[in-house]
């Protein structure tokens, strides 16, 4: 398990190992959550990647003053 230094700013180098079994890419966001005593940083995707993911989900109706 590869561990990071915090620096005086409070930053932290997300190890390459890492970054490449997340695909996280320079620019890109991630959300942080504090769980318990741990911080947790999850890669946001943009929402056009999950088109086509969920195949077995009926399409959704749209509301008739919204056509």
Avoid: C, W
């Avoid at 970054?19 to 890109?28: A, S, T, V, Y």
Wanted: glycine residues 4%; positive net charge; hydrophobic residues 35%.
């Amino acid at each position: 398990m590869p561990v990071v230094t915090v620096s005086p700013k409070y930053q932290v180098v997300i190890p390459k190992e890492v970054r490449d079994k997340l695909r996280i890419r320079p620019g890109q966001k991630v959300e942080v959550f504090a769980v318990g005593n741990r911080v947790e940083l999850v890669p946001v995707e943009p929402i056009h990647t999950f088109r086509g993911k969920f195949p077995e989900l009926p399409p959704l109706e749209r509301e008739p003053d919204r056509l």
